[in-house]
């Protein structure tokens, strides 16, 4: 069983492989509005290039509220979970108690990220 750490903004998830993927119920429909996790991108078509390279299917979507537009790509992991891949720099920050808000920055999250995302990778 293989599983990874990402780190990022004082927050990490902790991924995992299920024990015994080929036994998972498989969710077949990809529905933007069912449960899932999301994680912000640089580039959507670098992402849906790879994702069309896999043959992986995936379902793209656009929101917009407040005048700011988000794009989305929606697809299951191999164990069936909803993954969005988003370009989210520009939403604002909700922070919790005693944090200062501000929107995501692109900048500081490659700056964050690059070394873990490079790591996971050449795992």
Known sequence: M?????????VGIHLLEAEDPENMPKKTEINPKDN???????SMEAVEKKLKEM?????????????IQVDQLFFHDPDG???EI???DSLPVIPLAGEVARA????????MLQPRVKQVLQQ
């Open 55 to 67: 043959e992986i299917e995936y379902v793209r979507a656009t929101v917009e509220e407040g005048g």
């Open 36 to 42: 899932h996790i999301s994680f912000q991108c640089e």
């Open 86 to 88: 988003c370009n989210c």
């Open 81 to 83: 979970f909803m993954i």
């Open 2 to 10: 293989g599983g990874v750490w990402l780190f990022g903004f004082g």
């Open 104 to 111: 995501c920055s692109r900048v500081n999250s490659l700056q």
